[in-house]
C-alpha cells in the first residue's frame, strides 16, 4: 500500500476572536494509506429549525470556550460533508455529561451512529480529529470491497466519497491482516475485539471513520476513540474558505493568507455553505 501525506485533524480557527481557544495540532503524515468512512445510514430525523436555530443563536450569543469553539477544517477527509477551508462552531454540550440539574435543562445526547465527531486523537491527544462514528458499544462492524456492514445490514451512505477504484486488501476489506504499519490501539483492536470476522466495539468507546473512506487516517488505523476523548460535534458552518491545507494548519494567520484574504475574500469565499448547519445521519441498526 502507498503512503499517503494525508492528515485528517481539525485546527482551532485563527480567526475566531477568543484568543484562548487551545490549540490543537494538525496530524502528522499517515504511516499508512487513510481512508474514509462510511457512516451511513438515513437522514438523522430533525429536531425542528426554529428549535436548531434557537440553539445556535444561543450558542453564538454566549460563545465561550465552555460552549462552543471554533475550528477549520485543513484537509479533506470529511469530503465532502466538511470542506478544506470550512469554518465550523462546535457544540460542546452536546455529548457533556448531564448534572443533576443540567441535564433537564441542557439538550445532552449520546453519541448515536452516524453523528459527526469531533475528539482528541487517541494516538496525541494534543490534537483534534472530526470523523463520523460509525460504532457504538456492541456494534458489529466489517467493511467488503469498500462497503460498511454493521451489525449485518449494508449501510446506506448518501454522505461518502471514493475518489480511488482501487481495492486494498486492509483498507476496503476490514478487518484483515494489516498490509502496513497500524498504531498500538488498532493492533489491540485486531487481536482482542474481532469477533466472526467483524469488529466489536466494546463499552465506552466509539468506532469512527471519515466521509472520504479512501483518505482518512481512521479507527482502522489506531483503534476505537475512548468516549472521554469526545469533544463535541459540528455545529454550524460559520464561514467557508477555499483556501490550501498549509495556510490553514498554521495556528496563526500568515502574511500569504492575509494576502490571499485580500485579493480573494469575496471570489473564494464559498458563500452557498455560509451559515450551513451540520447534520449527521441516523439508522438504527
Known sequence: MSLENTTDSVTPDPHAAD????????EAASPVTPVEEAAGLAAEPPRGAIAEWAITILLL?????????AYVIPTGSMEDT?????????DKMAFAPAGPVSKHLLPYSDVKRGDIIVFRYPVDITMTFVKRAMGVPGDRIRIVNK????????LFEPYKVHKSDQIDAYRDNFPSEPNSMVYPGAADMLQHHVVNGEVVVPPDTIFAM???RDSSLDS????????ENIIGKPLIIYWSYDAPTDDLQNPSIGIDHIKDLGLH??????WRR???????????N
Do not use: C
Open 147 to 154: 462497503e460498511v456492514y454493521r451489525n449485518g445490514v449494508k
Open 265 to 270: 475574500f469575496f471570489s473564494k469565499t464559498r
Open 61 to 69: 450569543l454566549f460563545l465561550t470556550t465552555t460552549l462552543v469553539q
Open 274 to 284: 455560509t451559515f450551513m448547519l451540520v447534520h449527521g445521519y441516523y439508522l438504527n
Open 19 to 26: 484568543p484562548q481557544l487551545p490549540l490543537a495540532v494538525p
Open 210 to 212: 471519515g466521509d472520504n
Open 82 to 90: 466538511l470542506l478544506i477551508g470550512d469554518h465550523l462552531l462546535v
Open 220 to 227: 482502522r488505523y489506531w483503534g476505537f476513540v475512548p468516549r
